[in-house]
């Protein structure tokens, strides 16, 4: 692993080759500086000779005096060569926006430079203007650099600068990471965005040593984030299984089973028990999972979602109550109707000769068998041609164009239809 170090530069330049000296040895230097041409610019500092000013008091005459002392560059004395250290500079060290770019102007010379390989960044920021430090310390934090800072000890009695017998110290900033990651994954599955969630909460684990109790309550939210992922994609079987695999998720153990007993029953062939599990459970959740990607703008998948929960109502209805699935349904029984008959008749696919019924001929055929969930659609079947007039219109469908704004309100509408639709499905 190679190892980087950061260091933003002020007017002293012993802090800054300590820091390097201690961290030893290092495969590259960035140094964040001022720049300009006035001597106060520490990107001089680096590779030039400098003068400082030094005033004191005359120890016999006690006189004030003033002179100048030179420098050596920083580079020099920390015994870096020139292919072993970048200058990059902010125009105006006081500007927060300015060292901004200065931080992530170096980031990108780092990728640029270590691209794909493992890199450990370590960022001290003793040196340079308030607003410097601020600058190199939010983007480590951001990055998920190790932070370090310079020392004197705990006799430190000059509070301007750093001044000789410092050490590099690090912070931790694991703790900072961590609970900065840990609101950001709050607020993006806020926003039903599980994955960005998920990867998020992984790079924080993966990336730094960070406390056990915070360990803890990242690894939980990312367990967390990991069933309503799995189950916001309607995979309730790995849902189930984070689910059983963490105390903190127990309470959504019940409703996952139940929600994949009646997807079993639906598409299997065996006898519908208990008789009072309605099935409109497993409708429901494919609603609520519609709503929330009509929330975050995904309109396409919302009515996808919407299309399949409509279509779903009818074969969880017709499979609990007549024993029936729309994909074979019987071609005679003592109960049919010759409505009943021809309706069937008129849906035989002729290849297979079996009789398949798609989402308005399930609810037809609900209908000629006089349940009430058949005739409500039939009642209702005005604003149901609305609802799939938009999905057909879908590029995920059968148009060219995504649905937009313009059409949350119809998808709003057709959720509270189906809500509606899966009440009367579980009260009769």
Avoid at 108 to 123: I, T
Avoid at 270 to 295: F, K, Q, Y
């Amino acid at each position: 692993m190679k190892t980087v170090l950061i260091s933003s530069v002020g007017g002293s330049a012993d802090p800054v080759v300590h820091a390097v000296r201690q961290n030893a040895p290092l495969d590259f230097v960035y140094f964040l500086c001022s720049s300009g041409t006035s001597d106060t610019a520490s990107e001089h500092t680096i590779a030039h000779v400098t003068y400082r000013k030094l005033r004191g008091d005359c120890p016999n005459c006690k006189k004030k005096f003033e002179t100048q002392v030179e420098v050596r560059p920083i580079a020099e004395q920390a015994s870096l060569t020139q292919e072993r250290f970048e200058v990059i500079a902010a125009a105006d060290p006081d500007d927060l926006a300015d060292v901004h770019r200065a931080c992530q102007e170096i980031v990108q010379r780092l990728h640029a430079r270590f691209p794909g390989g493992e890199v450990s960044v370590l960022a001290n920021y003793t040196g340079g203007t308030k607003t410097m430090s601020v600058g190199l310390a939010v983007a480590a934090l951001r990055n998920g650099w190790r932070l370090q800072t310079n020392h004197t000890g705990a006799g430190r009695t000059n509070l301007i600068s750093v001044q000789s017998g410092d050490i590099a110290l690090p912070q931790d900033s694991a703790g900072i990471l961590a609970e900065d990651r840990l609101e950001r994954a709050a607020s993006l599955e806020a926003r039903h965005d599980y994955s960005g969630a998920l990867q998020l909460l992984e790079e924080t684990l993966v990336r730094a040593v960070i406390p056990h109790d915070l360990r803890d309550r990242v690894l939980a939210k990312r367990a967390h984030c990991q069933m309503w992922s799995a189950w916001d994609r309607l995979d309730y079987d790995n849902a189930l299984s984070i689910a059983q695999g963490h105390s903190a998720l127990q309470d959504f153990v019940a409703r996952l089973k139940e929600l994949r007993r009646i997807r079993d029953l639906t598409e299997g062939a065996d006898h519908w028990v208990p008789p009072s599990l309605t099935g409109m459970a497993l409708v429901e959740d494919v609603i609520a999972n519609a709503g929330r990607c009509r929330e975050r703008g995904r309109f396409d998948d919302a009515a996808a979602r919407l299309y399949r929960a409509t279509e779903l109502l009818a074969q969880v209805r017709l499979r609990r109550k007549f024993g029936i699935r729309t994909s074979d349904v019987p071609q005679d029984r003592p109960e049919y109707t010759p409505s009943t008959r021809e309706l069937l008749a008129a849906n035989k696919n002729e290849r297979t000769g079996r009789i398949e019924l798609g989402l308005r001929a399930a609810y037809q055929f609900l209908a000629v068998l006089a349940d009430p969930l058949g005739q409500k659609f039939i009642q209702t079947e005005e604003s149901v041609h609305a609802f799939l007039a938009a999905r057909n219109h879908s590029v995920l469908a059968h148009g060219l164009r995504p649905l937009s704004i313009d059409d949350a309100a119809t998808l709003a509408e057709w959720e509270t239809w189906l809500k509606d639709m899966a009440a009367v499905g579980a009260a009769t």
